[in-house]
């Protein structure tokens, strides 16, 4: 019975001591599944804190699985997507749980310009999980809808830089 306070008490401690944000110099590095309708793939995202509650970044996203009907015609440049985002960090301000961060952001890429808005949460100083929804805002080519040019669901693990 002692072993297993000692492990609760270990456990609460080292997730009491995690923030989701820091501000200016915070450093998140993100990778985790990426989901769209006709492709699955990995996503990559590195966001740096320029402020109390600001911060900027990149994204990177490839889809792998892609669906039979457009596998063919589905080449590198479909399959790739490469962000510059900004996001309005409020973990801090809906005071939620200091583990806890909310961002809504935009970002440009090479298929359009959009925003998305995501949610990490931080288990230890190092290490967390983050949800993501991204979706165009204007498109570059209307015609092109083939990968992320649409609604996009990333979930995947965060860890602080």
Do not use: C
Not at 120 to 140: Q, V
């Amino acid at each position: 019975m002692k072993n297993i306070v000692l492990i609760a008490a270990l456990l609460l401690f080292s997730f009491g001591n995690s923030q989701a944000f820091e501000g200016k110099g915070d450093q998140k590095f993100q990778v985790g599944a990426n989901f769209q309708d006709e492709a699955t793939g990995i996503n990559l995202t590195y966001d740096y804190g320029l402020g109390e509650n600001i911060s900027i970044g990149v994204s990177s996203s490839y889809a792998l699985g892609v669906d039979d009907v457009i596998a063919d015609v589905a080449d590198f440049g479909d399959r790739f997507d490469l962000k510059a985002r900004f996001n309005a960090n409020l973990g801090n301000v809906i005071n939620i749980d200091p583990n806890f961060d909310l961002y809504p952001g935009l970002s440009l890429s090479l298929k359009n310009f959009g925003g998305h808005i995501g949610a990490r949460y931080f288990f230890s100083d190092g290490f967390g999980i983050y949800t993501e929804a991204a979706f165009p805002l204007a498109k570059y080519d209307e015609d092109v809808d083939l990968f992320y040019n649409q609604f996009t669901f990333n979930i995947g693990a965060s860890f602080n830089l």
